[in-house]
T-cell receptor
Framework: DAGVIQSPRHEVTEMGQEVTLRCKPISGHNSLFWYRQTMMRGLELLIYFNNNVPIDDSGMPEDRFSAKMPNASFSTLKIQPSEPRDSAVYFC????????????FGPGTRLTVL | GQQLNQSPQSMFIQEGEDVSMNCTSSSIFNTWLWYKQDPGEGPVLLIALYKAGELTSNGRLTAQFGITRKDSFLNISASIPSDVGIYFCAGLGGTSYGKLTFGQGTILTVHP
């Protein structure tokens, strides 16, 4: 079975540009999570969805960040406008549910904002 | 919010040695998870623990869910070079329903 799929794997953009990261969760999983990883802050949860509905977006750094999940097999994380401090690896993860279910991570998108 | 303290931050060991790392929290968790992250990849689940006091093994890995539900440890026996990577503990449940709280990670280096 395919795991969590993320695209692109690498993204280099200039400050001010819009960035869209994409994620396809594992089929049958009902929960989807977006994380950001940096050396300074480690793994941070940005937002998570259950049954396509955003449950908690308290980790989203600011209004420049938005996430959508239009259906059970696709989610996007958008940054507009991007800034150099947004440079990080962004991971998507999915799980069967929320209560005690293991989260499976995608390979990540390495974002560099110049 | 909930925080996990993971130690040690890094370890340099010789191949064949045993390794131990742990996580502690001021909060109670319902599930403890241990992940490993290789360079350029996402974290991969190694072991999941669901009950206080539970001791679980996966090959050379052994992990325990502390009886107080506020701590967990991971042991790796007879380390090999491919054990190199970053190991993360993560707690699920407690006051943050559905949200994983991650430790800071332990960077493991194994010298052949």
């Amino acid at each position: 079975d395919a795991g969590v799929i993320q695209s692109p794997r690498h993204e280099v953009t200039e400050m001010g540009q819009e960035v869209t990261l994409r994620c396809k969760p594992i089929s049958g999983h009902n929960s989807l999570f977006w994380y950001r990883q940096t050396m300074m802050r480690g793994l941070e949860l940005l937002i998570y969805f259950n049954n396509n509905v955003p449950i908690d977006d308290s980790g989203m750094p600011e209004d420049r960040f938005s996430a959508k999940m239009p259906n059970a097999s696709f989610s996007t994380l958008k940054i507009q406008p991007s800034e150099p401090r947004d440079s990080a690896v962004y991971f998507c993860a999915s799980s069967l549910g929320l209560a005690g279910d293991e989260q499976f991570f995608g390979p990540g998108t390495r974002l560099t904002v110049l | 919010g909930q925080q996990l303290n993971q130690s040690p931050q890094s370890m340099f060991i010789q191949e064949g040695e045993d390794v131990s790392m742990n996580c502690t929290s001021s909060s109670i968790f319902n599930t403890w998870l241990w992940y490993k992250q290789d360079p350029g990849e996402g974290p991969v689940l190694l072991i999941a623990l669901y009950k206080a006091g539970e001791l679980t093994s996966n090959g050379r890995l052994t992990a325990q869910f502390g009886i107080t539900r506020k701590d967990s440890f991971l042991n790796i026996s007879a380390s090999i070079p491919s054990d190199v990577g970053i190991y993360f503990c993560a707690g699920l449940g407690g006051t943050s329903y559905g949200k994983l709280t991650f430790g800071q990670g332990t960077i493991l280096t194994v010298h052949p």
